[in-house]
Structure formats: structure tokens, C-alpha cells
């Protein structure tokens, strides 16, 4: 703690020194000279692949049905009174592949509603284990996937149902589900 | 600016000595006649008095008080002078530190504003304006990969399940295998002469070009069991996978590819390959047909 102390007390004074040499100027050349490599480091480090995010749209082509519980596929959860499924086309629309279906959340907090897709290897994904299980969407394809979707008090109402990801996806994939 | 000592008559740096001779001790006044006939020389103007009191204990400053009106003129003009200077050199300070200033901003910021532009520019590229139709081909015909070394050739022969236990595929699924054939550029064997003995495509055959997938009868897709997989359940190498050519793409001149896949649920394979330079969808392939190995 008493070397951290020195060290602050050091480089004030130095900075001191520099200010009554050579004024703001100094200190500004000195701030210069820590940013540049640090800003180059920046630039080198950052990955723009990963920034760049994904391109798919998303859209409902089948109206949302009631399920009965006992007509659910086992790997949904079951933790509401009202189960629905409703059928959405992913279009990847970009030149990687999406790694999974698009997680998917209710763009207001005044209902509460769990969406799961029933992609192709969900009946094994829980008691396989003995090799990776990779569900894709590839680059420039396009798929519907079942999704089911429970909560609570929702018949009756209008769903405004949005991709959890970035902003800009998830502001032009917005779309409605009427709940029957 | 020199001047010369009235006690000794030597010549010093009024502005390094601060008005002290330096061999006889003796402080020579600003307003003194010897600092006057300096400053006059060098100015060129005729000397000029100080009108200020007496110093204690110097007698070259007695001779001041004798000087004329006109003296105080180079004076003032030397405070006129003293002060232009130091606004000028106060403005250039200014420019110098709003030029720093700017230099900063722009390498604090620059970086993250080129990184967008970067990120925005590579994502307009990937970006398709709709999905893509594969061209669908025949497994015998297959398609072709344009590289720097020649056209290669890629062909589908035959399926079959992999009977080998030690995936425990799990009820209702098997291990689907799909075996392939890559037809090498003769400029790409003039060139690389081993690759005729290596199983391993390394002849400029960017396989990270190429993406294969299964294609369910319900139009699900699904990637080839990863290398990693095959090579902890097999028990085998990197590199012996990489000989055989049991991987998970298409990079060897004869291989198979391999998918845990529902029994009979097999359609057929999509390939999708990408443009070397900008990483964009360049084509798409459906291979359908593909016939079951006769045993």
C-alpha cells in the first residue's frame, strides 16, 4: 500500500513538473504518447467478425394454437397453466450460420411468457452426452421451428414477441402473436 | 544581450548574469548608462533613462537620473515590444494546445469510429437480401471449387450407416456416413507432387471455404460430428482421422462425413461455399440421391 502511495505521489509530481516546464502543453503530449499505443492495441485486438452479428429475420406462418399439456414434446418446460405453440421461419439472411433458433422474449414486462423451439435434436439433449449436439441454421437458409411458448393470463391478449440479441436485430424483428 | 561593466570595462550576458558582472561583482542596473548604450546599440536608437530611484551602493546608476525625456520612449517601446511578444507567444501556446487537443480526440476516438466503419462494411457484405436457392446437383456429377491451382472436383459415391457401437446412439437415431471424392487439378499435383500420395487436401484447398450439412426430410440441417468427437470416441489422432479421412468436413481426396441423424430420416446434403476474398455466400449445392452402399 505505502509502494502504491509513492508511486501516485511520484507521478503527480512528475506531471507537476512537466505542467510548470512546460505547461498543458506537456501533459498533453504525455497523454499522447500513453494513447497511442493503447489505441493501437485497441484496433489490433478487436474483432470486427463478432461485431458484425447476425442478419436473420423472423416471422410467424401459422397462428398460435393451444396445447394441451400432455400434448407437449418432452423437452419443454412446464411451468405454467397455458401452453401454446406457434410455428416461425427463420430467413438467414447472412453468410455465416446461426449456431441455434433465435432465443425470443416479450418486448414489454406486462406479461411473462417462455418461448422454447423444438429443433431437431431437443427430445436427446438432455440424456446424450456422448458426442456434441449442434442444431444450425445455415448461411442463406431458411427453416420453421415449432415454437412453444407458456405463461400465465396470456389468452385473449396481443404478444409483441422480439429476438433476445443485439438492438439491431431485435428492433427489426419485432413481431405480434394473438394468444386464442 | 551584452554590455559592458562600468567598473571593469568588461563585456558579459546582461540576461545570463541578471545584471551581475561576473569578474568584478559589480550590478549594472537596467536603466544604467551601460545597459542603455547596449540596448541602443542594438536596437540602433540612442539610450534611453530609466527614471527609476537609485539603487543602493552602485554609482553607475547615478548617471541615469542626468538622461532626457525621449529616453522613456524606448521604454515604453520595449514594453510594447516585451508585451507583443508574450501575447504572441501566448497565442501560439493556445494553437499548440488546441492542436494537441484535436491530435488526442482523434486517436481516442479514431479507432473505435474506424472499427464501426470496418464492422458496418464487412456486415454489408455478408448480408444477404434473401435466402438462397442451392443448385441442386447429382452425387455423381457433384460440383466444382474454383482455387489459384485449378478446378476441383467434388463427387458423392454412397451412404451407410456406421455400424460401430461405440457412438451409443441413443434410441431411434443412427450414425449416418456419407462418403465423398475430390478430383485434384492436375495443375495442383504439377505443383504439389506429394499430394498424390496424401490422402489430405493441402494444394490451396481452403476447406473452411466449404460448409457441408445434412439435410433432413424435414428440411432440418445438421453439421458433420466434429473432429473432436471423432477422435475421443475412436480413439484415434488428428492426424490419423486427417489420413483416413473421417473428419468433419471435406478435405481429404477420399473421405467421409459424418451425421447422428433419426433413422431414415436422410434427404441429402447441402453445401455451402463461400468467396475466398470477402468471406461472402458464393454458392450453394443441395445433393439429393445419394445412394445407400451395397454390401
Known amino acids: 500500500m505505502r509502494g502504491f502511495s509513492l508511486g501516485i505521489e511520484c507521478i503527480v509530481k512528475g506531471l507537476m513538473w512537466i505542467h510548470r516546464k512546460s505547461g498543458i502543453n506537456g501533459i498533453l503530449v504525455i497523454a499522447i504518447l500513453i494513447a497511442l499505443p493503447c489505441s493501437i492495441f485497441f484496433s489490433e485486438s ?53 449456431p ?40 442463406g437458409t431458411t427453416m420453421s421451428i415449432p415454437y412453444y411458448f407458456s405463461g400465465y393470463e396470456l389468452s385473449g391478449h396481443t404478444l409483441s414477441v422480439m429476438p433476445l440479441s443485439d438492438d439491431e436485430i431485435t428492433k427489426s424483428n419485432s413481431f405480434k402473436l394473438t394468444v386464442p | 544581450m551584452k554590455i559592458k561593466c562600468t567598473h571593469c570595462g568588461r563585456k558579459f550576458d546582461y540576461d545570463l548574469y541578471a545584471g551581475l558582472c561576473p569578474h568584478c561583482g559589480v550590478y549594472q542596473r537596467q536603466g544604467s548608462s551601460a545597459y542603455n548604450s547596449s540596448e541602443a546599440q542594438a536596437q540602433g536608437t540612442s539610450s534611453y533613462n530609466s527614471s527609476e530611484t537609485q539603487a543602493q551602493g552602485t554609482s553607475s546608476y ?93 463427387t458423392f459415391s454412397s451412404r451407410s450407416t456406421d455400424n460401430d457401437s461405440t457412438f451409443e446412439t441413443p434410441e431411434g437415431y443412427e450414425i449416418l456416413t456419407v462418403k465423398y471424392h475430390v478430383t485434384v487439378p492436375q495443375k495442383a499435383l504439377n505443383t504439389f507432387p506429394g499430394q498424390a500420395d496424401e490422402n489430405h487436401l493441402y494444394t490451396h484447398w481452403d476447406s473452411d471455404r466449404i460448409s457441408p450439412y445434412c439435410v433432413t426430410k424435414d428440411d432440418s440441417y445438421l453439421k458433420p460430428i466434429s473432429n473432436y468427437d471423432l477422435s475421443r470416441v475412436k480413439h484415434l489422432e488428428y492426424s490419423e482421422l486427417e489420413d483416413n479421412g473421417t473428419t468433419d468436413n471435406i478435405d481429404s481426396q477420399d473421405g467421409t462425413l459424418s451425421f447422428l441423424i433419426k433413422k431414415n430420416d436422410f434427404k441429402g446434403l447441402l453445401i455451402n461455399e463461400l468467396d475466398p476474398d470477402t468471406d461472402a455466400l458464393a454458392n450453394s449445392y443441395l445433393v439429393t440421391g445419394i445412394p445407400k452402399q451395397k454390401k
Open chain 1, 46 to 98: 478487436s474483432s470486427t467478425q463478432y461485431k458484425s452479428g447476425k442478419r436473420y429475420a423472423v416471422t410467424p406462418v401459422s397462428d398460435t394454437e393451444k396445447v394441451a399439456e400432455k400434448d407437449l414434446p418432452a423437452s419443454i418446460d412446464r411451468f405454467a397453466d397455458d401452453y401454446y405453440k406457434v410455428v416461425l421461419q427463420i430467413n438467414n439472411c447472412y453468410s455465416t450460420e446461426l
Open chain 1, 100 to 139: 441455434h433458433a433465435p432465443y425470443l422474449t416479450l418486448d414489454n414486462e406486462k406479461y411473462y411468457a417462455s418461448f422454447r423451439p423444438l429443433e431437431y435434436y431437443c427430445d436427446i439433449e438432455n440424456s446424450y452426452d456422448v458426442i456434441y449436439l449442434e442444431n444450425c441454421i445455415p448461411a
Open chain 2, 62 to 154: 547615478n548617471s541615469s537620473e542626468t538622461q532626457t525625456q525621449p529616453q522613456t520612449q524606448p521604454m515604453a517601446s520595449h514594453r510594447e515590444t516585451a508585451t507583443k511578444s508574450t501575447s504572441g507567444k501566448r497565442r501560439n501556446n493556445w494553437l499548440a494546445t488546441a492542436i494537441l487537443i484535436v491530435i488526442l480526440g482523434f486517436i481516442i476516438a479514431g479507432p473505435e469510429v474506424f472499427h464501426t466503419y470496418q464492422t458496418n462494411k464487412i456486415a454489408k457484405t455478408l448480408t444477404l437480401s434473401e435466402p438462397v436457392t442451392p443448385t441442386k446437383v447429382k452425387p455423381s456429377k457433384g460440383f466444382t471449387v474454383s482455387t489459384e491451382n485449378g478446378d476441383f472436383t467434388v
